[in-house]
């Protein structure tokens, strides 16, 4: 616990911004947090949300020191645990049960990518959006309607078109 530092954030605060090289891994106590970037046309592209209990970073670039292209935005109040990347190289070197958790970690990040990677590519709207409902029903309740729809790779509207012909059957 020495080296995780607890941290409070409120209602659509950024905590990392993009174009910078992402100072911590955040664990999520509570609450929901987003990484998205702007398109060529300056709308949000919501990429991931995270639910909590679990980690969330711009993973690549913190693993690697480098500039993010995606900003990490709290969706609600969020509290959170972070670490450095010098912390958690710490960890991981005093403890090999925590570096195995940290590729166990990293290793469900990149599963859970090329998951959402196919279901975008295969999946209908209405299919990605019941698959979310079902494997994720507290993003559903508690994330606001065009995080969601970005998130699945359409328009709110379209989305608001999904529930509501859902809801009538």
């Not at 409120?10 to 990392?16: M, Q």
């Not at 060529?40 to 969330?56: A, L, S, V």
């Not at 693993?63 to 969706?75: G, K, L, P, R, Y």
């Amino acid at each position: 616990m020495k080296y995780f530092e607890p941290v409070f954030f409120t209602k659509n605060t950024i905590i990392e911004k993009e174009n910078s090289i992402p100072c911590y891994l955040y664990y999520v106590v509570s609450g929901f947090v987003r990484l998205f970037h702007y398109s060529e046309e300056g709308d949000e592209i919501t990429t991931h949300i995270n639910c909590p209990p679990g980690f969330i970073t711009s993973y690549t670039s913190f693993n690697n020191c480098t500039e993010s292209v995606e900003n990490v935005a709290c969706i609600t109040d969020c509290e959170l645990l972070r670490i450095t990347k010098a912390n958690l190289d710490i960890i991981c070197e005093q403890s090999l049960a925590f570096k195995d958790y940290s590729i166990m970690v990293f290793q469900m990040a990149l599963a859970y990518n090329e998951t959402r990677s196919r279901e975008l590519a295969t999946l209908t709207a209405e299919q990605r959006y019941k698959r979310l409902e079902s494997n994720y029903p507290a993003i559903i309740q508690y994330v606001p309607l065009q995080y969601i729809a970005s998130f699945l790779g359409m328009k709110a509207e379209s989305l608001s078109r999904i529930r509501r012909k859902r809801m009538h059957h």
